[in-house]
């Protein structure tokens, strides 16, 4: 009996050094790679028809290639913490991938109540005033329509905003 309880102990002996190592190989293992998040702003920019003038109405609508939209946000006690213009691509579509967006406080200064869009300028000349379809013309608030863009190790949250307009400067 008590040579069983000896083989035991010096087996026990044995094994322990080899559960230390692999506790170290752990240990020395690459840390792992953080999962970045990013904010992303989509949204429409259009030149709105003269019939629909004065209305929030997109009906006969044509989207704006290259106009430049701003995104602004505050944090909690009121001071712009982020702002940065954006360009829509040719069809009028925007994405804005908000780099460098920081929130000091996680409710606070979620994007939904901090940020907020606003078209800035047309490249077309006879579509160049802004109009306030939306809220545009004091900022447009963002909606979160639950919609995520998922890759390895990075994952975008996608906010909504608008449709924004400009409206012509001649309307019969």
């Known amino acids: ?25 752990v240990d020395d293992a690459p840390a792992t790679v953080e999962k ?25 609508a044509k989207p704006i290639p290259s106009a430049k939209v701003s995104v602004t946000c505050k944090n909690h006690k009121g001071q712009v913490n982020y702002y940065k213009v954006f360009e829509t691509d040719k069809n009028g579509y925007l994405h804005a991938i908000l780099e460098g967006f920081k929130m000091s406080h996680y409710i606070l200064d979620h994007p939904l109540h901090s940020c ?51 409206r012509p400067s001649q309307c019969p």
């Open 1 to 25: 009996m008590a040579s069983r309880h000896m083989v035991i102990f010096v087996t026990s002996l044995i094994l322990l050094p080899m559960a230390f190592a692999s506790i170290e190989a």
């Open 36 to 60: 970045t998040i990013d904010v992303v702003v989509e949204g429409m920019v259009y030149c709105q028809s003269c019939e629909h003038f004065g209305t929030w109405s997109l009906t006969g």
């Open 116 to 166: 907020y869009v606003k078209p800035v300028w047309s490249p077309l000349e006879n579509c160049s005033l802004l109009s306030n379809v939306n809220y545009g013309l004091n900022g447009a608030p963002l909606r979160y329509e639950n919609k995520r863009s998922l890759g390895r190790n990075y994952e975008a949250v996608i906010y909504a905003a608008g449709p924004l307009a400009f």
